[in-house]
């Protein structure tokens, strides 16, 4: 894309190409990674500083409420995660209308347990409402899901609604037993126990919300 280059990006996107997806238990139909999206127009990448004027905001707005934050604030808080080096914001791109249509978080979370190691929090995902039936939903999970793995972290946890348990168990996360709707997914070889007789009336409202797309 026109001016793409010349752009920060929230972290380097070459992590995105070393990524294995045969290590994640999610089933695609047909088979896509973050280097093949399935469209020639789709494309997956780091968050970018010009993603202001490609309605990342406006996404982000069908999930939770944004506010009125300007394109100073947005670069602002772009910076301050850059330098952080803890946040790792992915989204999908249509380039053929410059415009932002899927995005998920990665949050690292530094630890003194496990050996001073980093868990990893599943944040913020959300697709474009109209892109149904293309495996999105599951492509932006699957992707920070292994770029925690790749960078490293014991685990990756998240909250999410009862509607979606069976969407996250089907990419290899397990209910977190006595914690409601948390679920984890392990890469240090330990074994989470799922647990099923949990009150419903008791659902943590999730940060890991609706992909719109779970198919």
Known sequence: MSGERDELTLYEPKLLHELQFWQSPAKFNPPITAVAP???????????????????????????????????????QFAQMRASGGYYVTV?????????????????EHKFIHGCSVRGRLEDVVVNNTYRGKQLGKLIVVTVTLLAKHLGCYKMSLDCKDNLIPFYESLGYVLEPGNSNA?????????????????????????????????
């Open 38 to 76: 399935g469209e020639t127009w789709m494309k997956v990448r780091p968050l970018q500083e010009g993603d202001y004027d490609r309605g990342f905001l406006e996404l982000l707005s069908q999930l939770t409420k944004v506010g009125n934050v300007s394109k100073a604030q947005f670069l602002m």
């Open 92 to 108: 999908i791109e249509d380039t053929r209308i410059n415009r932002i249509i899927g995005s998920a978080t990665l949050v690292l």
């Open 183 to 215: 679920m984890n997914i392990r890469y240090d070889g330990q074994k989470e126990t799922t647990v099923r007789n949990r009150p419903t009336a008791s659902v943590i409202l999730a940060n890991a919300t609706n992909p719109v797309d779970p198919s």
